[in-house]
DNA sequence: CCTCCGCGTGAATCATCAA
DNA sequence: CTTGATGATTCACGCGGAG
């Protein structure tokens, strides 16, 4: 594996941006972008390089300026090896202020009008980054809490464990129009009610975090997968050119490989953008059925089949069948089914493909484990104990 | 019902401030607060004539800054009916934000050193308000996520259900000590695990919702008092005294009632006090034992491990061992332990024998008795039963 | 083969008092 | 103010080895 040539910085070419707002229509200028490569660099002068108008979504995970002191110990008085590097300290909040507004705004202006930005962050910094997000001119359209199932406790018992992150998500300005929004194959994911603005993930561990040679995680804070997949699938269609400039292990690019997203990543450590490129190039996407938006169509009452494949516990493109296996569909990666064109809930597609007028999918599906089948209904039941949540 | 006329804020007395930081201890000023009374008048006026360093906590639910431009209605065309007050409106967020930071100033000069502030919005508002905390010389503690079980749907279907709101708690100053937190209670009453930042409660409705007399609520934005009652238990004391700058229909009031908490609420609008007054009449405080805090361990007196060798409940010359018997210690007549030359406190030899940096030596050490081993710290336990002050 | 248990660990602004 | 002594404090998972 190697960094593309041409996704260094320096090679990049600089792109003339009008002042009087005019841009160059954005399919003339995808041929100026570093598509589903790694731009090694200062973010700043990476995104300077992008032409206007260019991407339909940003995922943004910056530094978030932590400011810890002093060494934590466990009450085993093992050592918690803490975020302290070189990229997360800044010397004061009006440092961290115009380090912040600077990527921002070039962020703004290398959005299409009809993107949209998430940007994660915890209480040292969201505040921060929603002020500017709202001076410079962005719409916000929701704040989103990624509670976590596992958080680390607090060990002083001194404030309520820290147990979520906050993201926000905002349009371009408070008139843009057309953004995308799958609200209703979100909604068919998850029991057929409109999806929060609270969402619950585990954190990114076991397999799913990378390891160097010695087994020691390669970034501090890789994104769980499910999360970022959660954004991609609410707010891009596939194809769309999402943009990450704080690129890290490569959870943006890795999500959109595998659900048929493009991506722009900008990274200033060539060892996070070695691991991140040997991460992607392992990634297979996903079959084109399985990642094409659902017709936003007001249809039959879907269910929370989305959140099993968020838990990894269905795999998207996995193929599902009756308990005599006469009848077979494949998972989507929205949480929806498949059989040749037809694409509805596990529930109209389970009718469908029996002739009935209805059919309750959670007992009809069955996946292959084990050598055998297993009711999703059952898969469904080790969520929830797994997920018990009030 | 009538508003005291010593609340009336021109009756207030003017305190005086000493510029060099000194301030009149908190048990003189008492006799100059307005307690359990409301305070009628601009917010930011009232708290000016309020002394310094006088309150043990602050619960603050500010103006959203909506920015509500159009009416909504629901699908099926009803009007929703939207917070569209007066108080709500500010032209920019620049008049905003110098709104915001006069009264956190001021909210932070009338806090003792040991008081904290909960701040409660929506992505509207919080962002400027977080910015403004940190600029101040808050410490954010936290940020909690109020998830709302029964949050209003998204009726356009284009964005997510704005189902949870953010409070902000905060110390005074980074290095502010002696913070009420009473970990232990909130533990216990959460299945004996930490309680977390994401709390989870219905919106203020039915029998809570305060009503006029035609049947329409008397304020847009009334909090449940499940809301406030956690954070009055979580971070104060029976007896304190819980500032609420903007009172509204006065929930503070009547859960620090309820809670042998004592208030001063600060509200302009004379129809709202009035209906907080009569609300808060009507609260009947619970008995003083079911409010009454747990003793947190570390509040408990210090016994010396000396104590319990005069009490004769530990033997001068008795081995100690930990609990899985691979470390031994000799007790001294002096209530040292030694190993070998090595001679020092519980803790000291503790941390020694087991190459930690620190050690509790309480829960570490343990003597035989009745064929099995007892934790020195249990043995203090009783110590402490059989000497405990009247 | 499974189960149990110990160990490791995660974006963390993580103590208080007396001298 | 600093310094040093005391001593309080963890939840959910994944993994690997023992039984």
Avoid at 249 to 270: H, N, Q, Y
Avoid at 292 to 301: D, K, M
Wanted: net charge positive; aromatic share 8%.
């Amino acid at each position: 594996m190697s960094i593309p040539r041409t996704a260094a910085a320096g090679v990049l070419p600089r792109i003339k941006v009008s002042r009087t707002g005019r841009q160059t229509p954005a399919v003339r200028v995808e041929h100026l972008l570093p598509i589903d490569q790694i731009v090694l660099g200062d973010c700043i002068e990476s995104l300077r390089r992008l032409p206007s108008q260019s991407v339909d979504m940003i995922f943004a995970d910056p530094p978030y300026n932590l400011q810890l002191e002093n060494a934590l110990t466990r009450p085993d008085n093992s050592h918690v090896d803490a975020v302290n590097d070189e990229w997360d300290r800044f010397d004061s909040f009006a440092e961290y202020d115009a380090f912040t507004r600077a990527w921002l705004a070039e962020c703004r202006r290398v959005m299409k009008k009809t993107a949209t930005l998430f940007v994660i962050g915890s209480y040292h910094n969201i505040f921060r980054v929603g002020s500017a997000v709202q001076d410079l001119g962005f719409w916000i359209l929701n704040d989103i809490v990624w509670r976590k199932a596992n958080p680390m406790p607090n060990f002083r018992g001194r404030r309520f464990t820290n147990a979520h992150e906050t993201l926000i998500w905002a349009s371009r300005s408070a008139d843009a129009r057309g953004y995308t929004f799958h609200y209703e194959a979100l909604k068919a994911g998850n029991e057929d009610t409109q999806m929060r603005s609270d969402w619950y993930f585990p954190l990114c561990t076991g397999e799913e975090r990378l390891k160097d040679a010695q087994g020691r995680k390669v970034h501090p804070t890789q994104k769980p997968e499910a999360l970022v997949a959660r954004a991609l699938l609410a707010a891009s269609n596939p194809g769309d050119i999402i943009l990450d400039p704080f690129f890290g292990s490569g959870t943006t690019g890795a999500v959109a490989k595998r659900l048929g997203r493009r991506f722009i990543g900008l990274e200033r450590d060539p060892v996070y953008a070695q691991a991140a490129q040997e991460r992607i190039d392992n990634v297979v996407p996903l079959d084109a059925d399985a990642v094409a938006a659902a017709p936003a169509r007001r249809t039959e009452p879907r269910i929370p089949f989305l959140s099993l494949l968020e838990a990894g516990m269905i795999a998207a493109g996995e193929e599902l069948v009756d308990a005599r296996e006469k009848h077979r569909a494949i998972v989507r990666a929205d949480g929806t089914l498949t059989v040749g064109p037809v694409v509805g809930s596990i529930h109209k597609v389970g009718a469908l493909v029996q002739g009935h007028p209805s059919c309750n999918g959670w007992s009809f599906w069955h996946a292959r484990r084990n050598n055998g089948l297993i009711a999703i209904d059952s898969l469904r039941d080790d969520y929830r104990a797994r997920h018990a949540a009030p």
